[in-house]
């Protein structure tokens, strides 16, 4: 029985130690020199919109396949990808702009680089330079 | 599709339904476009038309309708605040949560509950004030509007043969995180032709426990009254129950009950369903209604719908 407890508590912890945490950057005019994590809930669930000086959010996504959309949605909303790609096609269908996508890490740094008011989320591995890190989801 | 300031995106339904007693047909029911644009504070602009009720097939060649181009809605917002919104022009109605979304492939049932449109004006074309709430979710977000004439560029009868005027109302949500909501609703308005008043109330639900979601709503109506004295009162409600098997296969339950005002004849109908969604983006769906009372609107019958999110 302790065997099979110590396989256990050595399984989660690979599973843990496999995972890469994410960080969460955004353009290099957004004001804000950090988020909390409920402030990045309503950037994605489009509630807020603009930074403290009016510029537009304007949040990115990685592609619903992604290993890093599936990270975000169930360490941000503990929601499956599925779930929360349901809830951002009502919202399109309410006349809401959902988050944009990219298809690759590189693609969300370059987006996040060059458009004003973009937050996404990357691998923290991932190369970033020329945005600033708001948070660490880990 | 990003073209410019503009998202571009759409859905369209294809559905073979084969009701008792009546021909089967093979529909494209809907094919929608809508079009979203983001300029600047004052200049929204949203427009979604869809071509409706286009026959490819029917039993018996009886009705082969190339379908039917319907505007179905067209505003501009101005953006008041972050949390306040002018709304200008044709918008969907917030009765219910149905009503506000009821594109094929973001509602459980190939049938569409009565409760969600049959009495009341589904469309109103003038002002409206949205409010979001704070983050908190406490407080909930409203919406108020004011029809005060016609519907703007009406959809044709063989659509929807009711139209209304002088229509007001308003609606509260509460929404619980991301995927839980509650809603109350108030409308009250003239139907065109029998130039009848109607005051209604509405409340709906939505809540997800692990794999099932839960859905229902509920409305109430008081018409004045008919010229040939019949019945004033008109409530709905349904419940849909929608579980989630596997991340893909769902099965689905629903029970309404209809009664429409001015007859007697109610519908009392029961839905069984799977749908499969293999991507966000499609769903095809089968199921069975079972109509226990006299209603026409809601026959029994088998239906099979694909629809895609584009």
């Known amino acids: 029985m302790r065997s099979l407890f110590l396989l256990v508590c050595c399984l989660g912890l690979a599973r843990f130690a496999l995972a890469d945490g994410l960080l969460v950057i955004a353009n290099g005019k957004v004001p804000e020199a950090q988020i909390s994590l409920e402030e990045l809930m309503n950037i994605y669930r489009i509630r807020k919109v603009t930074w ?25 909303f503990d929601r499956s990808t599925m779930e929360l790609a349901d809830y951002w096609n009502r919202l399109r269908f309410q006349g809401k702009i959902p988050p944009v996508v990219q298809n690759s890490d590189q693609s969300v740094v370059g987006f996040v680089r060059n458009i004003p008011g973009a937050i996404g989320y990357i691998n923290d591995t991932s190369e970033h330079a020329g945005v600033k890190v708001l948070l660490r989801l880990e | 599709m990003q073209v410019g300031d503009f998202l571009l995106s759409g859905y369209g339904n ?21 079009v979203n644009g983001s300029i600047n504070r004052w200049l929204n602009p949203f427009l979604e038309a869809e071509i409706s ?41 917030p009765v219910g949560d149905w009503n506000l979304i009821h594109a094929a492939p973001l509602v459980p049932t190939i049938t569409r509950p009565l409760t969600t449109y049959r009495g009341f004006a589904e469309y109103a074309s003038g002002l409206s004030w949205l409010h979001e709430s704070d983050y908190s979710g406490v407080s909930p977000d409203w919406q108020i509007y004011w029809q005060p004439d016609k519907e703007l560029v009406q959809r044709p009868d063989s659509v929807s043969p009711r139209h209304h005027r002088d229509v007001f109302g308003a609606h509260l949500n509460w929404s619980f995180g991301m995927l839980d909501n509650a809603g109350l609703s108030y409308q009250q308005g003239e139907q065109l032709v029998t130039g009848q008043r109607y005051t209604l109330g509405g409340l709906n639900a939505r809540k997800v426990v692990g794999r099932l979601t839960l859905q229902g709503e509920a409305t109430t109506a008081y018409w004045s009254a008919e010229p040939a004295g019949g019945r004033s009162h008109e409530w709905g409600a349904f419940l849909v129950a929608d579980y989630r098997f596997t991340p893909y296969w769902h099965g689905i339950v629903e029970r309404e009950v209809y009664q429409p005002h001015g007859t007697d004849a109610q519908s009392r109908s029961n839905l069984l369903g799977v749908a499969y969604k293999p991507n966000p983006a499609v769903v095809w769906k089968l199921e069975y209604v079972h109509q226990q009372d006299r209603s026409r609107e809601v026959p029994s019958g088998w239906s099979a719908s694909c629809a895609v999110l584009f």
């Not at chain 1, 959010?57 to 619903?64: H, Q, T």
């Not at chain 2, 073979?16 to 809907?30: I, K, M, S, T």
């Not at chain 2, 097939?57 to 009886?62: P, T, V, Y």
């Open chain 1, 52 to 76: 403290s000086n009016a510029l537009a959010i304007v949040p990115v996504n990685r592609e619903a396949s992604s290993r890093e959309r599936q990270q975000f949605s169930e360490m941000v």
């Open chain 2, 14 to 34: 294809l559905v073979a339904e084969a009701p008792n007693g009546q021909p089967a047909r093979l529909v494209v029911d809907d094919l929608s476009l809508y």
């Open chain 2, 53 to 93: 009720g286009a026959n490819l097939l029917h039993e018996g060649g009886a009705d082969n309708s190339a379908g039917r181009l319907v505007l179905e809605r067209f505003y501009d917002d101005v953006h008041l605040s972050e949390t306040n919104t002018l709304r200008l022009g044709k918008i969907l109605s």
